[in-house]
C-alpha cells in the first residue's frame, strides 16, 4: 500500500509563495495519476493539479491555472506543488493524493474512483 509523506504548509500573505512536496512510498503505476486536492472548510474536495505519471500530462483546475506549477521527481517519487500569487481564496487543506479514475488520463474536475490520501497540510492565506 501507497503511502504519502506531505511538507511545505503554513501561513502566508496574499501575492506570496508556497511549495508543497509529496513523497510518496510504495507507489504503484495501477494509480498513474498523482497530485494534489484541497478542502476549504464548509466545501467539497476539489482537484487542484495532477500529473500523469507514465506519461508526464499536467491537469490544473481553472482556478489556479497559470499560478501554481506541478512537477515530479520520478527518481524520488515526489510530487511538488509550486504555489505563486497566492490568494486568500487558496486557503484550504491541501491532500496530496495518488488515484485512478475510470478513465484513461487524470481529471481534476471529478473525484476518482479509486484513491489514496495523504494527511493534509494547511496552507493559509491572509493578510
Known amino acids: 500500500q501507497v503511502q504519502l509523506t506531505e511538507s511545505g504548509g503554513g501561513s502566508v500573505q496574499p501575492g506570496g509563495s508556497l511549495r508543497l512536496s509529496c513523497a510518496a512510498s510504495g507507489y504503484s503505476a495501477s494509480m498513474p495519476c498523482m497530485g494534489w486536492f484541497r478542502q476549504a472548510p464548509g466545501e467539497k474536495r476539489e482537484g487542484v493539479a495532477l500529473i500523469h505519471v507514465p506519461k508526464g500530462f499536467r491537469y490544473y483546475a481553472d482556478a489556479v491555472k497559470d499560478r501554481f506549477v506541478i512537477s515530479r521527481d520520478n527518481a524520488n517519487d515526489t510530487v511538488y506543488l509550486q504555489m505563486n500569487r497566492l490568494k486568500p481564496e487558496d486557503t484550504a487543506m491541501y491532500y496530496c493524493?495518488?488515484?485512478?479514475?475510470?478513465?484513461?488520463?487524470?481529471?481534476?474536475?471529478?473525484?476518482?474512483?479509486?484513491?489514496?490520501w495523504g494527511q493534509g497540510t494547511q496552507i493559509t492565506v491572509s493578510s
Open positions: 493524493a495518488v488515484a485512478v479514475y475510470p478513465f484513461a488520463g487524470c481529471s481534476v474536475n471529478l473525484l476518482p474512483r479509486d484513491q489514496v
